[in-house]
């Protein structure tokens, strides 16, 4: 079993629709956890970053956290075509993991 | 641009051959993280420095593998005898002392042939 696993998807939605991602993972030390987007041939761009279990709002991009269940999301509300790229959830506890990334593609 | 930078952007190289890669951290970090990563894959950890000092490197850093970060600033990471498995996307990643948010370079796309 990976330390952090992730739905490679592909993900395909409408224009304006509500997308949710996700991570789980089995490595209780970890207590830093970050989604990052990364266009194609492209190095990942951070976006969220969250510290403690709860929610987090940046923009239309909100991250949850929840340490009991060792789930971590990501929800992007109105969804736009440039949004299409691949997310990777990722989490440290002294060097970090990531998952291997959902690919997502909002269709105008 | 204050981003991490990373030189060259695309490498191909024959089996067998050496290659260095470089990487230029946001000035102001004192950390810095080389990882590979692979088609459909998340990045993988390969070695992180704190200023000028290696202090952890994965399994997946063979022998042929060594990285530098002399004076804390600039890195390489050098590949001797390179292999067709070798062929990946390195990046190269910097973050502050105070937290653990990386922020990483466009990558270097290094194919073996």
């Known amino acids: 079993q990976k330390e952090v696993e992730q739905d490679p998807g592909p993900l395909s939605v409408p224009e304006g629709a509500i997308v949710s991602l996700n991570c789980t993972y089995s490595n209780s030390a970890f207590q830093y956890f970050m989604w990052y987007r990364q266009y194609s041939r492209k190095g990942p761009e951070l976006l969220m970053y969250?510290?403690?279990?709860g929610n987090k709002e940046d923009g239309r991009f909100t991250a949850q956290v929840d340490k009991s269940s060792k789930y971590i999301s990501l929800f992007i509300r109105d969804s736009q075509p440039s949004d299409s790229a691949t997310y990777l959830c990722?989490?440290?506890?002294?060097?970090?993991?990531f998952g291997a990334g959902t690919r997502l593609t909002v269709k105008p | 641009d204050t981003g991490v930078s990373q030189d060259p952007r695309h490498k191909i190289t024959k089996r067998g051959q050496n290659v260095t890669f470089r990487c230029d951290p946001i000035?102001?970090?004192?950390?810095l993280y080389w990882y590979r990563q692979t088609l459909g894959q998340g990045p993988e950890f390969l070695t992180y420095?704190?200023?000028?000092?290696?202090?952890?490197k994965s399994r997946l850093l063979s022998d042929r593998f060594s990285a530098e970060r002399p004076k804390g600033s600039f890195s390489t990471l050098e590949i001797q005898r390179t292999e067709q498995g070798d062929s990946a996307m390195y990046l190269c990643a910097s973050s502050p002392a105070t937290t653990y948010e990386q922020y990483f370079g466009p990558g270097t796309r290094l194919t073996v042939t």
């Open positions: 990722a989490m440290s506890a002294n060097d970090m993991r």
């Open positions: 969250t510290y403690s279990s």
């Open positions: 420095f704190q200023n000028e000092a290696q202090l952890e």
């Open positions: 000035s102001e970090h004192n950390r």
